[in-house]
């Protein structure tokens, strides 16, 4: 669910997204489709890639961000969509700060 | 994901009006439903209920995985009225996560230190809504009491749809109220939308316990978009 009443278009990533695409970056938009135990950021949550690498949003608060954003890269490439799934250990959930353990189902996928 | 289903889905959300991306898991395609087009059969049940709920999530429906990735816009709450009803209601309804607004040109009412942490506007609901217009995502509730001050915004919540419109006042003072929102060229049908008295009927006595059932009744009517169960329950 948007968290605020108006968009906050400069850090809400599908509005970064659109942008990108209208720039004529290649783009790839991370989505989190399911979530097991406590997972960092909710069921929706997007982080959305262009094909150097950047990045906008968050689909775990930190502890997989790197893995989706070079597979990210790849699929750009190819065009073919993927499911990844991950589990957040708990070593590295406390180093980045999180009380999770949880595990987490990304859907990439190009956009167009 | 589909450029042009990207480019709808934005426009949409900036417009503060909810849509649903449905993706099939299997070969990756993607729609963007809006709030009120018809979509057949099982998915269309779940979608409905996506829509009520706000919440993301998988569903299987007629045979296929699909992922619905709800947008809903935050729901604002307008109060017209800064009386200590709204005192009460202005912290629960930020917990219970409404961006609460308040409306009274009566400048001893509407004062910031009354109302510390809330947005508040010591005007007119004619010149406040002009700028900020309600819309379906917004719930008002008119406590002032006062007919020049209730009327207007009660009349706009309805012409703007929103989803939730509560007044407060006896039976007897509502009864006045309606022939007044007549007058003004509302219809019957839309002034049976008025939750009136206002608040759920949960007995409530102070002006915090009101504040408790109006919440309460904001929430039931947010819930229940779109569903057979728009119940009416109403006190205060």
Known sequence: MDNTAALDEARDPLIIAENWMKDGKDVAIATVVETWGSAPRPVGSHLVIDADGNFHGSVSGGCVEGAVVSEAVDIIGSGKAKMLEFGVADETAWQVGLSCGGRIQVYVERLG | ?236
Request: glycine fraction near 8%; proline fraction near 5%.
């Open chain 2, 1 to 236: 994901m589909d450029p042009y289903a990207l480019k709808t889905l934005n426009a949409e959300r900036r417009a503060r009006r909810a849509a649903i991306l449905v993706t099939d898991l299997a070969d990756g395609r993607d729609r963007v439903v809006k709030e009120g087009d018809a979509v057949a059969g099982a998915l269309g049940e779940v979608i409905a209920k996506a829509f009520r709920s706000g919440s993301s999530g998988s569903v299987e429906a007629d045979g296929r995985n699909f992922f619905l990735n709800v947008h809903v816009p935050r729901p604002r709450l307008v109060v017209v009225g800064a009386v200590h009803i709204s005192q009460a209601l202005a912290p629960m309804a930020r917990i219970a996560g409404y961006d609460m607004e308040i409306i009274d040109p009566r400048t001893a009412f509407a004062t910031g230190d009354r109302f510390p942490d809330v947005a508040l506007s010591a005007e007119w609901p004619e010149d406040v809504l002009k700028r900020q217009p309600l819309d379906g995502y917004t719930a008002l509730a008119a406590v002032t009491h006062d007919p020049k001050i209730d009327d207007f915004a009660l009349k706009a919540a309805l012409d703007a749809g929103c989803f939730y419109v509560g007044a407060l006042g006896s039976r007897k003072t509502h009864a006045k109220r309606v022939e007044r929102l007549l007058a003004l060229g509302a219809t019957t049908e839309a002034i049976e939308r008025i939750h009136a008295p206002i608040g759920l009927n949960i007995g409530a006595a102070s002006p915090a316990e009101i504040a408790v059932a109006v919440l309460a009744q904001v929430i039931l009517a947010l819930r229940s978009r779109g569903s057979e169960r728009n119940a009416k329950g109403e006190a205060a």
